[in-house]
């Protein structure tokens, strides 16, 4: 007896379902980005070197710069994952707050402990700034790629979210390694070159990885088999 043509369509269509694949927990996933730009910041830092200052209340701003770029660098990455991911959007609004405040209070307490700082007698010049900022740039490229990639596997819908993020976070981890190798510490170049590298990574960081990531999800159209 023939099959209805109905019940034809159905096993046809189940035939040429692609089995999915679950999504791994964020927190492994972040842990993957920060190994990476581990990786990249010590590469970094054995091809130029290390300039750590440890005088009294220098070290104290130094320590809330790398604080401050740290947990915002992390609370990025975080958010630009959950982006990823439909249902997680509370979730990466969260992550995006809890790391602008971490670096709002950071500043706050560098500004507070270096203004007139009688530990920094030279300041540095204006092209240290820009030097910084690349370096910075430079060293988030590969982690902030690791977390597009991770946003066109789960074919995310928020794409420009999953970026801004992803590069705003990545440069602020890209800060610290940009640190360590500045032998500078006025509070002019630490906020120019250091604490605004989140923003301006944001900046130059955007457009490449939208466009990468786009590439990436017009790719991944062709191959359906994506994320429970």
Known sequence: MPQPRNERLIREL??????????????????????????TSLTASAWLGLELRTEGTLRTGLFAIYAGLGLAGVAGVLAAL??????????????LLAGAGALALAAGVATGVLWDSPLV?????????MRCLALAGAVAALPALAVIGFGAWTHTLR??????????????????AAKTSCPYGDLRHLVLG???????????????????LHRLLLRGERDPGGPL
């Open 159 to 176: 794409p420009l979210v999953v970026v801004l993020a992803a590069a705003a976070g990545t440069a602020a981890l890209g800060g610290i």
């Open 14 to 39: 189940a035939q040429r379902l692609t089995p999915v694949r679950p999504v791994p927990r964020l927190r492994w996933v972040t842990l993957g980005v920060v190994g990476l730009w581990i990786a």
């Open 121 to 129: 007698n030279v300041p540095a010049p204006a092209a240290a700034a």
């Open 82 to 95: 959950a982006a990823s991911i439909p249902g997680r959007e509370a979730q990466s609004r969260n992550a």
């Open 194 to 212: 250091h604490l605004l590298a989140p923003a301006v990574g944001a900046l130059l960081l955007t457009i490449p990885l939208l466009l990468t």
